[in-house]
C-alpha cells in the first residue's frame, strides 16, 4: 500500500515537474520569438532590422548559453563535492587521497563550463 | 583583451612586444633569480644537506619541490622522480604567472591562450615521446583499444580524445586565469575598496588550483603512457 501510495506521488510529483519545464521552455521560445517581432511592428521600416536580429541572437545566445552551462556544470560539481565529502565523513582517514581526485573531477567538469564560457566571450564580442 | 592599466604600456617598447610575453619573460627572469638564489646557497661551503636556519627562499622551495616530489611517486610510482624537471618546472612556472596576475597592474600570461599552447603542446610531444620509449611500437596498441575487431573504431577515438587533450589543458588554464582577471577588474572597477580583497583571495586560490591541476593532469598523461597494464 504504502509502495503504490509513494509510487502515485512520485508520478504526480514527476508530472508537475514536467509541466513546470514545459512551462518554461515554451516561456523561453515565445519570448525569443515575439521580442523581434515586437520590435519589428514598432519600427518595422528601420533598416537596422536584421542587424538588430543579429544581435539579439548573439546576446541571448551567449547569456543563456552560459546560464545553461553553469547549471549543468554546478550539477555536476555538486555531485562531485557531496560524494567527496560523504566519503571524508565516513573515513577522515582516507580524506588526502579523495582530496587529489576529487579536484581533477572538479576541473574536468569545470573545462566544459569554460568552453562555453570562451564561446560566449566571443559571441559577446561580435556584438 | 583590453586591460584598464598596466605598468607595461608605461614601457617605451609596449606596442612592439606583446604583453603575455613582456609578463613570461618577467616570470622566468624571478625564477632564474631564485635558481641562482638556491644554488649559491647550495655551493656554500657548508654541507648542502643541512637547510638554512631561518625561513628562506630555499626553504620554501624545498616544500614545494617536496610535495610535487609526493605527488608524483603517488601517481606514476616508482621511477616517478625522472619527470620531476618537466612537471615541477610547469607547475612553479604557472604557479607564478598566475599569481602575477593578482598584483594590481600585472597581467598573468596564463590569459593568453598562446603561451597556454605553447605548454600543452609540449605536454603532448614529451609524453608521446615517453610512451614510444617506453614501449617501443606496441606503444600503438594502447590506442587499438581492448579486443581486435574494434580496433578500426577504437584507433580513431582514441586518436581524437587524445588530439584534444593538449587543446583541453590549454583552454582550461586560459578559462579559468581569463575569467578570474576579468571578474577582479570588473569589481575593482565597480567598488575600487575593500571588495575586490575577496576576488583576491579567490585569485590567489585558483592561481593554485589551476597550477596544481595542470601538472597533475601532466603527471597523469605520462603515467598512462608509460604504464604496463594495458
Not at chain 2, 73 to 79: F, L, Q, S
Not at chain 2, 196 to 208: A, D, E, T
Request: charged share 10%; with cysteine; aromatic share 10%.
Amino acid at each position: 500500500m504504502d509502495g503504490l501510495n509513494s509510487n502515485a506521488q512520485k508520478g504526480a510529483k514527476g508530472m508537475a515537474r514536467r509541466r513546470i519545464v514545459g512551462v518554461v521552455v515554451a516561456t523561453l521560445v515565445l519570448l525569443t520569438l515575439a521580442v523581434p517581432m515586437v520590435y519589428a511592428e514598432e519600427g518595422g521600416e528601420a533598416k537596422g532590422g536584421g542587424d538588430f536580429l543579429m544581435k539579439f541572437g548573439l546576446a541571448i545566445g551567449a547569456g543563456l548559453g552560459m546560464g545553461l552551462a553553469a547549471f549543468g556544470g554546478g550539477l555536476g560539481q555538486g555531485r562531485t563535492a557531496a560524494a567527496a565529502l560523504e566519503g571524508i565523513a565516513r573515513n577522515p582517514g582516507a580524506s588526502d587521497k579523495m582530496f587529489v581526485p576529487m579536484i581533477i573531477g572538479l576541473a574536468l567538469i569545470e573545462s566544459l563550463v569554460l568552453y562555453t564560457f570562451i564561446i560566449a566571450i566571443f559571441l559577446q564580442g561580435k556584438i | 583583451m583590453e586591460h584598464p592599466f598596466t605598468w607595461f604600456s608605461l614601457l617605451p617598447f609596449a606596442d612592439k612586444v606583446p604583453i603575455h610575453v613582456f609578463h613570461s619573460c618577467l616570470v622566468f627572469l624571478m625564477l632564474i633569480l631564485v635558481a641562482w638564489r638556491i644554488r649559491r646557497s647550495l655551493r656554500g661551503g657548508k654541507d648542502p644537506l643541512i637547510p638554512e636556519s631561518r625561513f628562506s627562499v630555499r626553504n620554501i622551495i624545498e616544500i614545494v619541490v617536496q610535495a610535487i616530489l609526493g605527488q608524483l611517486h603517488a601517481i606514476i610510482g616508482h621511477g616517478g622522480e625522472k619527470y620531476l624537471p618537466l612537471i615541477g618546472g610547469l607547475f612553479i612556472f604557472i604557479f607564478f604567472c598566475n599569481i602575477l596576475g593578482v598584483i594590481p597592474g600585472f597581467v598573468p600570461s596564463t590569459d593568453n591562450l598562446n603561451t597556454n599552447l605553447a605548454m600543452s603542446i609540449t605536454v603532448f610531444l614529451v609524453y608521446n615521446y615517453l610512451g614510444f620509449k617506453e614501449h617501443g611500437l606496441k606503444y600503438l596498441k594502447q590506442f587499438a583499444g581492448p579486443v581486435l575487431w574494434l580496433a578500426p573504431l577504437m584507433f580513431v577515438i582514441e586518436l581524437l580524445s587524445h588530439l584534444f587533450r593538449p587543446m583541453s589543458l590549454s583552454i582550461r588554464l586560459f578559462g579559468n586565469m581569463f575569467g578570474d582577471h576579468m571578474v577582479l577588474s570588473i569589481f575593482s572597477g565597480l567598488v575600487p575598496l575593500v571588495v575586490p580583497i575577496i576576488f583576491m583571495i579567490l585569485g590567489i586560490v585558483v592561481s593554485l588550483i589551476q597550477a596544481f591541476v595542470f601538472s597533475t593532469l601532466t603527471a597523469v598523461y605520462i603515467a598512462l603512457a608509460v604504464s604496463h597494464d594495458h
